[in-house]
């Protein structure tokens, strides 16, 4: 029975199952974890659809406890307990054995669990740092990730960036970045919030790494400059995250040194900013010469890691455009005086072909007044007299009336005999929108309607009275308007009132010249165009539905 007993063992310690139990025993993992947090424990040989057996070891009662439980093969601990330290056991079974692996959960009372491993990173490299923490990664759960260092919230940094996967990218710029950092993730599960950790122990190794140097600009920049002017050029490179004493910046022109040109002065600084080196270097030049233009200017840094080069290129400046910009605002100005000289000049002929226009597509609103104008003259007496009452009677009224449709009182062919000659002249004035009075020479009369040669008679009395209804309801109302008309020669002012003498000034004076007068049968009134024109600009526009020819 001996031998047999011992074949029976020997048996026994050679079965596959014992032999895979035994081979994946091993060493125990250890995770640290705070209490109140979230965290789920994964078994190292399984997936998610592996059919798994947990236990807790130690004592007799292997049962896991309260507050953990397992969920698709990992162990979930909502949330962690003091109670929950202890070593915990995972086991898969099938037809040719068994699997069993220990993991050991160290529990802390801490915010912050205690870091399970240490990172040591080079001063000024950049690294990244990994959240660790994939079962709570994976589920399909929003989520927020944030850094603490030692225990506390990190303030944004330059040097310091968090990416999407929670991943943190750290630049160590001294040794004050050393210490523990956790990857805290915030989920939500079942309506409530929890919270996992993992901290990692980070270390500076003080040991520097010498990078290659990058100028940053220029870079193919073109700098447009007068020839025979001064210049300045500057340089800026990236040396790295420490200052290295062999760094070196210099600039050349077309590949050569900047210090065979006595023109060229060179000067070069370094200094930090938010933990990187910058080289600063300026190309003076006291006087830009031909050879300077059109040729690469290159500033060059180099160390014992390597070299950039940033070029740029000296333009001479193009007038050509400004010279375009200067004739075309030549141009545009002379366009400008021309177009309103041109105004000014057919302004007369323009004002007469709106008037047209306005007849044709709208109405004018009627005013009250019944005539155009109230012509004013010297009734025959005089040297000239005959000449003024011709152009009084029959030829304003033959242009005016019968050529372009303006309705005219004239006194002497349109006022009754036997009325009250003042307050008859007083109504009629205030009924017609101007009033033109027919000067010449001969007229002589004081401020107070007398000659200064011969006693007024009865006719120059009322035509001092027009005058004086006229002019007084044209200064102090502006209506009616007063047109002036000298006929043959000018006219002596100083001797009229000052009323006259002052609208003579303000808007001059029509001149009416009899040499310019045709006598033939085709024309037998007078052919002084320009006269006839400014007298109708100076006229109030026909009413719509006059009788009008053109002419």
């Known amino acids: ?152 919230s990190m303030e944004p940094a330059e040097h310091i960036s968090v990416g999407e996967s929670g991943s943190m990218r750290l630049s160590a710029r001294s040794e004050g970045d050393a210490g523990k950092y956790t990857c805290l993730v915030d989920i939500s599960l079942n309506g409530r919030t929890y919270t996992a950790a993992r901290s990692i122990q980070l270390t500076v190794n003080k040991n520097t790494v010498i990078s290659a140097p990058s100028v940053i600009s220029p870079q193919q920049e073109v700098v447009v400059v007068e020839e025979g002017a001064r210049a300045e050029l500057k340089c800026k490179a990236l040396i790295g995250f420490m200052e290295d004493k062999e760094t070196l910046m210099y600039w050349t022109v077309n590949d050569k040194d900047s210090d065979e040109h006595e023109e060229l002065k060179v000067s070069c600084s370094f200094h930090r900013d938010r933990g990187h080196v910058y080289g600063l270097s300026n190309l003076s030049i006291s006087k830009v010469r031909r050879q300077f233009l059109n040729v690469p200017i290159s500033c060059c840094v180099a160390n014992s890691a390597g070299n950039s080069v940033g070029v740029v290129w000296l333009q001479e400046a193009d007038h050509s455009a400004l010279y375009t910009r200067v004739a075309l605002c030549l141009a545009s100005s002379l366009a400008v005086l021309l177009l309103a000289a041109s105004v000014q000049f057919f302004r007369v002929d323009l004002v007469l072909a709106h008037r047209k226009l306005l007849r044709r597509f709208s109405k004018q609103a009627p005013d009250g007044k019944l005539y155009d104008a109230y012509v004013s003259f010297l009734p025959p007496g005089g040297p000239s007299s005959a000449e003024t009452a011709a152009l009084a009677l029959r030829i304003l009224p033959e242009q005016l009336e019968k050529q372009h449709g303006y309705s005219l009182y004239i006194r002497g062919r349109d006022d009754c005999p036997g009325e009250a000659v003042h307050d ?98 085709l024309n037998k009134f007078c052919s002084n165009r320009n006269f006839w024109k400014n007298l109708r600009y100076r006229m109030p526009s026909v009413p719509t539905g006059r009788f009008q020819s053109v002419v």
């Open 1 to 152: 029975m001996a031998a047999a007993g011992w074949m029976l063992l020997l048996a026994a310690l050679l079965s596959p199952a014992f032999t895979e139990a035994h081979n994946h025993s091993g060493e125990t993992d250890t995770y640290h974890v705070s209490a109140g947090h979230l965290f789920l424990l994964n078994c190292l040989f399984v997936d998610a659809h592996t059919n798994v057996t947990w236990s807790r070891e130690g004592g007799h009662d292997r049962s896991l406890p309260t507050g953990v439980e397992v969920r698709d093969g990992l162990l979930w601990f909502l949330p962690v307990q003091v109670s929950h330290n202890g070593s915990y056991t995972c086991e898969k079974r099938n037809k040719s054995g068994s699997l069993r692996a220990t993991l050991r959960v160290s529990v802390s009372s801490g915010k912050c669990p205690d870091p399970p491993e240490t990172k040591s990173i080079t001063l000024g490299v950049s690294e990244r740092i990994y959240c660790k923490q994939d079962e709570i990664l994976n589920l399909n759960n929003s989520r927020n990730i944030r850094w603490m260092k030692d225990c506390r």
């Open 424 to 521: 008859a002249i007083a109504a009629t004035v205030r009924k017609c929108r101007r009033l033109i009075i027919i000067l010449s020479p001969d007229v002589k009369s004081s401020a107070d309607g007398k000659t200064e040669e011969a006693p007024l008679r009865d006719d120059q009395n009322q035509l001092s009275y027009e005058q004086k209804v006229g002019l007084h309801d044209a200064l102090t109302r502006k209506d009616p308007r007063v047109i002036l008309v000298e006929i043959n020669g000018p006219v002596d002012y100083s001797c009229l009132p000052e009323s006259l003498r002052y609208i003579r000034r303000k808007q001059g004076a029509l001149k009416w010249n009899k040499t310019s007068c045709r006598t033939n049968k």
